[in-house]
């Protein structure tokens, strides 16, 4: 099976997550696991990141931890991600020496040939859809996607609000991954390993 789910973590983490996450990560179809929690102490990321990376490593699934470049360089996760706002990506880059490094383009060319630049391994575009993650995201629409997928050598990643319903049009318009949190974790009808399923 074609891997393509970049998987972000929920915005909290209980003491059921760990177990959940194994079930999600067995359906195969998971390429990334990114940790991504806000105002949370480097202690308790830091925890938190050692026990993900044994999931993921079981499952040969890629950890990516967001925003914090130093955390990734300190547990050896496989990469770092960063947004427009997280600090310099050349000085990241430079820690992160081999490590996958992606960055977070919106709907803008000129921020994805910065990211191309910069080395990044993969460029992310979104928001597409209403996310519940990012509320006030910036809106991206699909010509973005078919434009990258003429001019970028890089892997391309789609964010914001993709459900079972909206994911296949962006993997027509270009995108290589398909970014999804809100659809596995908060999903009123759906278990998260069921929720999974939904994207072969």
Known sequence: MKKLVYLISPNKIDKNFFASLDKVLSCKNVKFFQLRLKNLSQKKLFNFSKKI????????????????????????????????????????????????FGITCHNSKKLAA??????????????FFKSKLKQNATKANLNILRWA????????????????????????????????????????????????????
């Open 53 to 100: 990376i044994k999931i993921t490593t079981k499952h040969k699934v890629k950890f990516i931890i967001n925003d914090n470049f130093i955390l990734t360089s300190k547990i050896n996760a496989d990469g770092c991600h960063m947004g427009q706002h997280d600090g310099s990506f050349s000085k990241a880059k430079r820690k992160l020496k081999n490590k996958i």
């Open 149 to 200: 997928k003429k001019n970028v050598k890089k892997p391309i990643v789609a964010i914001g609000g993709i459900n079972n319903k909206n994911y296949k049009k962006l993997i027509r318009a270009g995108a290589k991954y398909i970014a999804i949190s809100s659809f596995i974790w908060d999903n009123p009808k759906l278990k998260p390993e069921i929720a999974i399923r939904k994207f072969k």
């Open 114 to 127: 910065n990211a191309i630049k910069n080395n990044a391994s993969y460029i992310a575009f979104g928001s």
